[in-house]
Each structure stands twice: as structure tokens, then as C-alpha cells.
């Protein structure tokens, strides 16, 4: 077991403290404080040296959570936010599931599967890629087989098409049959004589043929045209940008999303998209959480409306982003991986931070190979890395959150 973690514990008193501080005592913490934050002195939080600060959000402690920001910022801090309505009703297996979850992340480790499991040997994971079929099937000797196959192969039922005598002792060149050749022989075989014509009425009288009136030749009035300024379309032609700036994150991914978007400028050219998994799908809250550390506007995205430049945007669970002829939109929907190619290279960028989904490696890559910026969020201080680090052996460049920002900015802004 690695060195105890020093945790402090920012909550008010109630079922959700008394859960966490099992769940952080399960874990092996060291807490060095324990108190609510609306009464809590800034000066006490910085005194006790966290490592880790373990937040149970609830609207009551939020405007006071932005006085602790010199501490919560800070790089060498990890914050982990917590939904206390979850934490207050969290209990048998599932609070034994998000202990094992807050272990791994105060140790550093990604062993989140309870007790027992060691005795599965099949399950345990070995490096390298899976054995291919003609990995499998290497050094097997098949000429029997193909022998075999020959020797039977003319006493297998045959189609209409075949000759029916002799065919065991015909030539390679004698079997072949041109299907054309036979089918037009056996057309002209088998068509009946020519019937006599039968005679046919004279033909009716033609009627005469009137011309139609000439029509008069249209004229038109040019002199009122005008032609209409480009600028017509207002607020929603300016809200239409190009390219997007998507970000994947899940286990462990809200302190490395909030990191990464507090180092974004005000004014970046590029909306940016926030693709996070969270078990309670309290949106509004990350969005709030969000909202307290960037500089850009934080809005939770909405089906049927463009993604503006300059705002970042959190996705529901329920709305996915689309692209059509390069502009971003939102439309209903739970699959976002298939919108990724759709993205325009040049004016997009793909990160995967913490916790991203491994099945997302293989369309970002592709999309990398295209001109598109893809980042992945380095292994010191990433929970999950696995997705990063796939994508990393695949040519991609892993950076920190705060050095992820200043590739977007370098590159845009």
C-alpha cells in the first residue's frame, strides 16, 4: 500500500459527511481536516497541506466553495467533487464500488475490482494484441484436404448447365461451358416457326395541324432590383462557426475538464464541447462547476440549437453534437462516436482526457491522420489513462491539462 494521502473533507454535516468520511477512512486517507465549507477559514484549508480535496457539492456550499479557488487551483491539489444527495443515499454495494473507485484514485492505481478476483485467472489481462486467426491456423497442413477436395469434386451433383456423359474423362478445357454461347444455341433450338402477319387496318386520316397563337415575348423592369448585403442573416449567420474543440473525459475527468478549461482564453475562436459521463447526470451542476473557473460562457447544450464560437457547452447524456457542411449543431441522440469523422479537420481538435472511452481511439486517430489536432492528457495525474495512452501509440501527444490548453490557444487563438 502506498503512502496515506492527505484528504480534506469539505461538506456540511449530515448523512453525506458521515458516508465520506467512511468511505475516505475504507480508503486509507489521511484526513487533516474535516468541516463545512460556509464556515470554514480560507487560511485553515491552505494551513493543512491537502494532497486532496473531496468536495459534496450541493447548491447551498457553492458560492462559498469560490473563496477556496487559491487552494483548488492550485496544480498540486487533486479535487474530487462528489454529489451529496448521491453520497447521502449511497449504501451496500454500490458505496462499496465508489470506495474501491476513491482508493484507486488517492493510491494511484487502477485496481477497482473487489476482493476475490485474484482467484479468476482467467480474467487477468496480459500485454500485446490478441492472437489473429492465421496466427492460429499457422504451420497447419491443408494439401490433404485440397487433394481430398479434387478427388470428390466430380462426383458432386451438378446444374443444368453441365454435360451430362462423359464429364470424368473430359479435359480441364472440355469442362469449362460459355452459359452465353449454350443459352443463345438453345434459343434459336427452340423458337417456333414465324407466324403469318396478320393484316392491319388502314391508317386513320391525319388531322390537320393548326399552329397556336404566337405568345407575346415577356418584359421585365430591371430598374427596381437590388441586390441583398451578405451581411442579411444577422445574429444566427455570425452564430455558425466551423470546427468544433471536443473533449472526452470519465472516471477521474472533472478536476483534469476544469484544469484545462480554466486556461482557455476569453474569446477563443472555437466552441468547446465537454462529452463527460457522470453516474448521477447532475448536468446543471458541472455546468455550474465549469462556469466558476473558465473565462468563455458554459452552457448545457441544447438539441436543435448551433454551437457558437467562443462558448463551451456540456452534452446531456440525451443530445449529441452533429455536423452539417462543417457547422456544429446539437440534435437528440446518445452515440457520439459516429460524429467525430464529420468534424473538418483543419478547424478541429479531439482530446481525451481521464476516463475517455477506449473505443474512441480509432475515429480520433483517424481524424489526426486528416489535420485535425488531437491530445491526449498525459499519464502523471490521469486516473484512467488508458484511452490516452492508445492514442499515444497511435502518433498523438500527451500533455498535462494546463499544456493542452496552450496547444488549443497556440493553434487558434
Known sequence: MSEAKRVALLARPGEARERLRVALHEAGADIVLEDDPNALDVEALGGSAPQVVLVALEPAIEDSLERFDSVLHDPAVAVIFDEAELAARRQGWEAQRWARHLAAKLHGHQDVLPPGREEDVGLQLEPGLPVTPAQLHEGAEISLHLEEAADIAFELPRDDFAYTGGLATRSAAEQVIDADDWLRHATVDAAPAAAPAPSMPPPLPEAPVVAPPPVPAPTF?????????????????AARVQGAVLVFAGIGGPDAVRKLLAELPDGFPKP??????????????????????????VLLAEA??????????????DVVPFVDAGVVSFRPGAVIHTMIPQLPPA????LLLSGSDSALVDPVAALGEQGALVLGQSQDG????????????????????????????????
Not at 423592369?221 to 449567420?237: I, K, Q, V
Not at 478547424?347 to 479531439?350: G, L, Q
Request: with cysteine; proline share 8%; net charge negative.
Open 221 to 237: 423592369d430591371l430598374s427596381t432590383l437590388e441586390l441583398e448585403p451578405l451581411e442579411s442573416g444577422g445574429a444566427t449567420g
Open 272 to 297: 468547446v464541447l465537454v462529452h463527460l459521463r457522470l453516474d448521477g447526470g447532475r448536468y446543471d451542476n458541472l455546468v455550474r462547476q465549469m462556469e466558476r473557473v473558465a473565462h468563455m460562457p
Open 304 to 317: 436543435g440549437k448551433p454551437a457558437e464560437a467562443g462558448h463551451i457547452y456540456v452534452l446531456p447524456g
Open 347 to 350: 478547424d478541429s481538435a479531439v
Open 382 to 413: 490521469c486516473y484512467d489513462p488508458v484511452a490516452p495512452k492508445a492514442l499515444a501509440s497511435r502518433g498523438a501527444e500527451l500533455a498535462a491539462p494546463m499544456q493542452l490548453a496552450q496547444r488549443l490557444t497556440d493553434r487558434w487563438f
